[in-house]
């Protein structure tokens, strides 16, 4: 349960689908990586608002 998704108020229209749809974007952008842990992608993509830009090939 790493993104709290139990406690997701998103619950009606498209809403659901679009927020699954952006959880596996982001758990196979990280999956990509390399990363075996998602908790710990999560946490070291968090730490600066560029790591996750650039794993994306944004930047």
Same mark, same amino acid.
């Given at each position: 349960?790493?993104?709290?998704?139990?406690?997701?108020?998103?619950?009606? =229209?498209?809403?659901?689908? #679009?927020?699954?749809?952006? +959880?596996? %974007? *982001?758990?196979?952008? &990280?999956?990509?990586?390399?990363?075996?842990?998602?908790?710990? =992608?999560?946490?070291?993509? #968090?730490?600066?608002?560029? +790591?996750? %830009? *650039?794993?994306?090939? &944004?930047?």
């Amino acid at each position: 349960m790493t993104f709290g998704e139990d406690a997701s108020r998103v619950r009606t =229209g498209n809403a659901p689908r #679009a927020m699954a749809s952006l +959880r596996n %974007l *982001a758990i196979g952008a &990280l999956r990509l990586a390399g990363r075996d842990n998602i908790a710990e =992608g999560l946490r070291h993509h #968090a730490r600066d608002m560029t +790591r996750p %830009l *650039a794993t994306l090939g &944004l930047t």
